[in-house]
């Protein structure tokens, strides 16, 4: 039985590296989407054959796939029925298990660093709006996990990193600090972190005072450059 939408957001963020996050939890939003096959992907960090690098560059063409174009150019999951019709879809796709298909971004800093796709077959039933409504909590989900990963990674490694004199910051301080620089408003970063409005008002007071600065624009630009 697939697992509920919460409790995959949960398994997202118990998920310690992005190695478990392709083998392990791809399959369970496969199975949340009961889809033919699912995986989440980053783009710098894909290895594959030289044989298969041909396959590859023609499945991430901006120009050759309308899929992954939309998803490029707007930052948002779409499936091939909005993009294009079952016809030029397979002149596109051929292979009968990607007779449908959906794909959604990882986002880090406002850029598309990977993303997450799932297939069915022609016997099985489109992607439709609510897919892709869940679709874009979980890419969400996926993009603070993935920026808050790759953040806590370089100040690890990096110890000048943090602003001098700064204390840094939490994990959870981290997570709303990418969600502000994707420009959500305290009530989205509540709801999406399952906190109050007024708990994410008091971190960020905290986050102004660790990085000694006073707007959510100067914290945003303050983090990104360094």
């Known amino acids: ?7 995959l ?3 997202i963020d118990q ?21 033919k ?10 290895e594959v054959g030289r044989r298969f690098q041909n396959v590859l560059n023609a499945a991430l063409s901006l120009e050759k796939n309308p899929v ?11 499936h091939e029925e909005l993009v294009t019709s079952h016809k030029t879809w397979a002149i596109i796709c051929p292979r009968p298990d990607h007779w449908h298909v959906m794909a959604g971004p990882i986002l880090s800093r406002g850029q598309l660093i990977g993303s997450v796709g799932c297939t069915r077959e022609k016997s099985m039933p489109a992607f439709n ?5 869940d679709m874009s909590a979980i890419c969400l989900h996926l993009s603070v996990w993935t920026a808050t990963k ?22 959870r301080e981290l997570q709303i600090a990418d969600l502000v620089a994707l420009g959500r408003t305290n009530a989205e970063i509540g709801k999406e972190l399952w906190i109050t409005e007024n708990s994410v ?15 959510r624009t100067e914290m945003a630009a303050r983090l990104a450059s360094k």
């Not at 992954?68 to 779409?78: F, G, L, N, S």
């Not at 008002?201 to 707007?215: N, Y």
Request: hydrophobic content about 35%.
């Open 15 to 35: 998920t310690k590296n992005e190695d478990d996050l392709r083998s392990q939890l791809s399959p369970k939003i496969g199975e949340y989407f009961l889809a």
């Open 37 to 46: 096959r699912s995986a989440v992907f980053f783009f710098d960090r894909l």
């Open 129 to 133: 709006s609510q897919d892709l409504a």
């Open 68 to 78: 992954v174009r939309y998803v490029a150019e707007r930052h948002a999951p779409v």
């Open 150 to 171: 790759r953040f806590a990674q370089t100040t690890t490694s990096n110890p000048q990193f943090q602003p001098s004199g700064t204390r840094p910051l939490t994990s």
């Open 201 to 215: 008002k008091q971190a960020l007071k905290r986050m102004f005072r660790k990085l000694k600065v006073s707007s």
């Open 1 to 7: 039985m697939p697992l509920p939408l919460k409790r």
């Open 9 to 11: 957001f949960e398994e």
